[in-house]
């Protein structure tokens, strides 16, 4: 069964002060891992898309990097703006029927930046 | 703002009324979802349409029924619904069918409330 961990569960930083969120997972063949920010009330906002271990992708304040066994958001002197939920979600490997397509969420990180 | 826009942002509902939640996108996906997220964890999958056909249903109660009258519309039909089915009811699409690994586009939501 796929799972996805993200730690730590709640982080508080001080603005400017850069930290990294992580996301470890196990899947029978990763098709794809997807980053997503949540604002409280709305839906998820999608941030980056990692196939393949060693890859990075940029934004703004925010990178993601990718191995074998996890996932890291890195933010660099974050604002209070970037306070938000961001959550990690795997895809495998697909079988003929599609069944486990479907994406694996991890329960998310909380992220809150002071002023 | 999204591009996948969802109908409406906040509904209450007594256990004895029918109820239409909608969902539209115009970017010309051919797969759109409905998920269920509750307070603080992540988004579970109800449905999915790829090619306007139900291609996944999680087990979900009968009470609650998919349809897609075409690839730009989704709507999800609420019968005889119970207080715990209270939740943020999620939109989502994706450019590909169901097997392809291209990122979901959710929608804000609906706030649905049970009484």
């Known amino acids: 069964e796929d799972q996805v961990t993200q730690s730590p569960e709640a982080l508080r930083l001080q603005e400017g002060e850069s930290s990294s969120l992580n996301c470890s997972y196990t899947v029978s063949g990763l098709r794809g891992l997807f980053w997503y920010r949540q604002d409280p009330g709305k839906g998820p906002e999608f941030l980056f898309t990692l196939y393949s271990a060693g890859e990075e992708k940029e934004k703004e304040r925010l990178k993601a990097t990718l191995t074998k066994k996890e996932s890291f958001l890195h933010i660099t002197a974050p604002k209070p703006e970037d306070s938000a939920t961001y959550l990690c979600?795997?895809?495998?490997?697909?079988?003929?029927?599609?069944?486990?397509?479907?994406?694996?969420f991890g329960k998310g990180i909380t992220l809150s930046v002071r002023p | 703002d999204t591009e996948v826009t969802q109908t409406p942002k906040h509904l209450v509902m007594g256990m004895t009324n029918k109820k239409s939640l909608k969902c539209e996108q115009h970017?010309?996906?051919?797969?759109m979802y409905w998920y269920k997220q509750k307070a603080k964890k992540p988004p579970e999958l109800m449905f999915v349409y790829s090619y306007e056909k139900l291609s996944i249903n999680e087990s979900v109660p009968s009470r609650f029924s998919p349809e897609c009258p075409n690839s730009s519309l989704l709507n999800l039909h609420l019968h005889a619904l119970q207080p715990e089915d209270s939740a943020l009811y999620l939109c989502?699409?994706?450019?590909?069918?169901?097997?392809?690994?291209?990122?979901?586009?959710f929608g804000n939501g609906t706030r649905l409330t049970v009484t």
């Open positions: 970017m010309g996906h051919r797969a």
């Open positions: 979600a795997v895809q495998a490997a697909v079988d003929y029927t599609g069944a486990n397509s479907k994406l694996t």
């Open positions: 989502a699409s994706s450019q590909g069918g169901v097997w392809s690994n291209s990122p979901l586009h």
